[in-house]
């Protein structure tokens, strides 16, 4: 793909406050410092024809949202990539997680996140369809009342977010991204999603969830180069009580959606477009 | 048990169809000179893209012993006819018949099943249902934005989708030449005249033809469908135009359910969404503007590794596209594109059908990936 990777010194300065922010939890009251963008963009936030703001670039310019830090829902020193959750906004200790839940947690670690369907080309849906990779939109399309969530990994697809005052309907059949509805409360998108079926995972965190999945996610753009997503997961199936956590997302200036195709090299059809029989070996 | 409904009802009153043909590439999976009829009990019920899978038990008494896997149509076909996966609770007992897998494994495409021992028909598919919904849809113009040039998506504030009901492959204009909606020829002798062939792919043609389009990539491995392959989508497009952003996005409601973008601001046709000449794209890279009431897109950097049509017409990295698109009233979307490839024809050319319009539905959330592992 031809595309804008990270310069190196990009790398080297978001792995050191990594770093910094790792060492920083160790310090109550400090955390909140390690802030890797010291720099706030002091452009105005766009806004639409109906005074709401918008997630999309001010006219005349281009640009998409990308993850930033971690983009991980927990601190979970179990996690294989380990140091790199700890900024994280909760612990995985603090979060009212079932038994069972934890350990498939653990297991997903020990074998790396091999057995995540994302990995084969699945789409996911609520936090991990913003925490996948390369970058998306967030496009609101007023005379359709509607909010669209472009991926460019994440199966290259879409999400469908109905901001026309709909319930979600009755007797849904779970879906990869289940049904949203959103509305605006001030400035702040508010989504909420149930419907998800369980073939996905809803975070790359390996946290397990149920079609009883309840998700409200909260968009909001605090400054021009920044997403706030904050998501209140509440699944009596996985969890004893509804818990929140987030991340942010940060402005990647001049990028524009690119073709990712995930199947375009994914040619085993034994691993990938087999009978199913394999995937029962690994939850 | 399900009780009617009002799709189950016009296929009790009228015909329930069944054909092989009229899904995936079934016809090189399935026997059809060899059908079998097999009792067992359910197991499992994987109610999934592509195609749903019911698993039954047969005993050793009832017939052939195992665990056999009977195929049907996706969930968007059976859903529409009005069935769920609770129609059939696992455990029951039921009588299905169909074509045996030519591999010899314990597969079976559904046909007919029936629920033992009260008889019912389950999962039956009425391939009217969407006539009848299209049939009943209110006639109306093209609807417009403000400065009258028509919108190619739903009015403001409705819903909906375009979906192709037609034969759905290329065939060059005026050439009529009768094939089923995945492309297959009623005669192959008629392959010459489909396109204006180069030697080389009048021959692959006929090579996938003959082997009932088994290798097509858009199944198998779940490529996308780049060109005007999307347009001939049994699960319909969206078109969502972003004026603002001088781009229309196309959504995808089969293959892989991704969005295609087409840009209105006079870009350069280098180095946009990912694809330069070293990286040729499945969806190619467009560029449209407005002639009248019609969107001329031009597309150019596609690579080779999907079909662009189904019925298994070859194509190069020469290929480019120009598709027109006409909104002729709400209800009508006419599809027109010339083919110009002069890696594998001899000439540009062009084929064209209309879309229909299909009110107050969300598009199909399908993915073909969905039942592969």
């Not at chain 1, 612990?91 to 038994?99: A, E, F, G, L, R």
């Not at chain 2, 995945?182 to 005669?187: V, Y």
């Not at chain 2, 009932?212 to 199944?219: R, T």
Request: net charge negative; hydrophobic share 35%; charged share 20%.
């Amino acid at each position: 793909m031809t595309r804008n990777y990270p310069t190196l010194k990009q790398t080297l300065i978001t792995r050191l406050s990594g770093m910094a922010a790792i060492l920083l939890l160790a310090i109550p009251g400090l955390a909140s410092a390690a802030q890797e963008d010291a720099v706030v963009d002091l452009r105005p936030v766009p806004r639409g024809e109906d005074g709401h703001i918008t997630f999309e670039p001010a006219a005349g310019s281009k640009g998409i949202w990308g993850r930033r830090s971690g983009g991980s829902l927990v601190a979970n020193p179990n996690s294989y990539e380990g140091p790199r959750t700890m900024n994280s906004r909760v612990h995985i200790d603090n979060i009212p997680i079932q038994p069972w839940a934890k350990a498939m947690t653990n297991y997903r670690h020990q074998i790396f996140l091999a057995s995540e369907p994302y990995t084969r080309c699945k789409p996911a849906g609520g936090p991990r369809s913003i925490m996948s990779p390369y970058g998306l939109e967030i496009v609101s399309v007023p005379d359709q009342q509607r909010v669209f969530i472009f991926n460019i990994s994440n199966a290259m697809s879409y999400r469908i977010i109905h901001m026309d005052g709909r319930d979600h309907p009755e007797n849904l059949r779970p879906t990869y991204f289940g049904h949203s509805v959103g509305h605006w409360e001030g400035d702040t998108l508010v989504v909420d999603t149930i419907g998800m079926n369980e073939k996905s995972w809803m975070s790359r965190d390996g946290l397990p969830h149920t079609e009883l999945l309840h998700l409200v996610e909260r968009f909001s753009r605090p400054s021009y180069d920044t997403v706030d997503y904050t998501v209140t997961i509440d699944d009596p199936g996985a969890y004893t009580a509804p818990w929140t956590s987030g991340f942010e997302l940060g402005w990647q200036e001049d990028e524009e959606l690119f073709e990712y195709v995930c199947q375009e090299n994914n040619l085993s059809p034994e691993s990938m477009l087999g009978d199913g029989r394999l995937s029962k070996t690994v939850p | 048990m399900k009780k009617s409904n009002t799709w189950l009802l016009i296929c009790a009153i009228s015909l329930c169809t069944f054909h092989v043909q009229a899904h995936h590439p079934v016809a090189a999976k399935f026997d059809e000179s060899n059908p079998v009829t097999l009792t067992g009990r359910v197991t499992e019920i994987s109610w999934a893209n592509p195609h749903v899978h019911i698993f039954i038990q047969v005993d050793e008494a009832l017939g052939e012993a195992g665990n056999w896997a009977i195929e049907l149509p996706s969930t968007v076909e059976l859903e529409r006819s009005g069935w769920t996966p609770e129609d059939l609770p696992i455990g029951d007992i039921i009588t299905a018949s169909g074509p045996a897998a030519i591999n010899g494994s314990e597969q079976l495409w559904g046909n007919r099943i029936s629920h033992n021992p009260d008889g019912l028909v389950l999962f039956s598919t009425n391939e009217d249902a969407l006539g009848v919904l299209l049939a009943s849809r209110p006639a109306g113009p093209s609807p417009q934005w403000p400065d009258g040039q028509p919108r190619l998506g739903p009015p403001p504030g409705g819903n909906g989708y375009w979906i192709n009901t037609g034969s759905g492959s290329l065939v060059e204009e005026g050439q009529g030449i009768p094939m089923d909606s995945l492309g297959m020829l009623d005669n192959i002798n008629d392959a010459a005249r489909v396109a204006p062939f180069q030697d080389w792919a009048l021959d692959l043609y006929r090579l996938r033809q003959a082997s009932s389009l088994k290798d097509d990539p858009g199944f198998i491995f779940c490529i996308p469908p780049g060109g005007p392959r999307q347009f001939q989508q049994a699960y319909g497009i969206q078109l969502v135009e972003q004026r603002n952003r001088e781009r229309i996005f196309v959504l995808i409601g089969g293959g892989n359910h991704n969005w295609r973008q087409i840009f209105t601001d006079d870009r350069d046709q280098v180095s946009q969404t990912g694809g330069n000449d070293d990286n040729p794209l499945f969806y190619g890279r467009s560029r449209a503007h407005w002639d009248g009431d019609t969107l001329i897109i031009n597309s150019t950097g596609f690579n080779e590794s999907f079909w662009f049509s189904n019925g298994g017409l070859p194509h190069t990295r020469l290929l480019q596209l120009e598709e027109r698109l006409t909104r002729t009233d709400l209800n009508t979307l006419h599809y027109a594109v010339t083919v110009n490839d002069p890696g594998a024809y001899t000439r540009s050319w062009t084929s064209s059908w209309d879309m229909q319009w299909v009110p107050d539905e969300e598009l199909p959330q399908y993915y073909c990936q969905d039942n592969r592992l």
